[in-house]
């Protein structure tokens, strides 16, 4: 998984409760991604990082926000959760600077009720 | 914004045959087209991709072909196996960080 952790890796939380989904990489990469995985609609980038402090929205971004404070950490909040926010969240990062290439984390599947 | 399509949604196939699965994609801006495996429970893997400026790529048993004109892009497995067996997704990138994906194909290989 290109040495990215992501934690919890299953949350399981009710409408209107704060949530936040940490990614961690160990390989110094300047991107770093969140994107959501939901049946019928593949993955849908939510927003993405270009370095520390530096961020920006993808596709899905409503009732998400992200920090990152340090190189290695990049954190996606949901600052009050949706039932339309169960899904599948994985964390990516992009590997060198003459390449697109993505490679993803092993997800956290949050499941809000 | 660019938009994927991704058929089939579901293919079987015997082990030993080949699979085909292609994409479109709407925007002809868009440069960089991968193609990720996904197996249950587990994150993407990137299985081989191809630029804009090649028509074809090949990796063992993998290969990609690009019709730029058409807008459409495939992938092409040999002498599937029942490893095989996972989701896969197709994608377009435009500007190296904006990436479109594929609704994803269920590929089930009968051993």
């Known amino acids: 998984d290109a040495g990215i952790t992501q934690s919890p890796r299953h949350k399981v939380t009710e409408t209107g409760t704060p949530v936040t989904l940490r990614c961690h990489q160990t390989e110094n990469h300047r991107y770093m991604y969140w994107y959501r995985q939901d049946p019928g609609h593949g993955l849908r980038l939510i927003h993405y990082?270009?370095?520390?402090?530096?961020?920006d929205k993808g596709e899905v971004s409503d009732g998400y926000s992200v920090s990152r404070s340090k190189t290695e950490d990049f954190l996606l909040t949901l600052e009050s959760a949706t039932s339309s926010q169960t899904s599948v969240y994985f964390c990516a990062i992009k590997a060198g600077r003459s390449t697109d290439t993505q490679y993803f984390g092993p997800g956290t599947r949050l499941t809000v009720l | 914004g660019e938009n994927v399509e991704q058929h089939p949604s579901t293919l079987s196939v015997q082990e030993g045959d080949s699979a085909v699965i292609k994409c479109t994609y709407s925007?002809?801006?868009?440069?960089?087209f991968p193609w990720y495996k996904q197996e249950l429970g587990k994150g993407p893997q990137l299985i081989i991709d191809i630029r804009s400026n090649v028509g074809e790529k090949k990796d063992q048993r993998i290969a990609v072909t690009l019709n730029k004109t058409a807008k459409h892009f495939s992938l092409h497995i040999t002498e599937t196996q029942p490893e095989d067996s996972a989701v896969y997704f197709c994608a377009a990138i435009q500007d190296g960080n904006q990436f479109y994906f594929g609704t994803g194909t269920s590929l089930t290989v009968i051993p």
């Open positions: 990082s270009y370095g520390v402090k530096d961020t």
């Open positions: 925007d002809s801006a868009s440069n960089y």
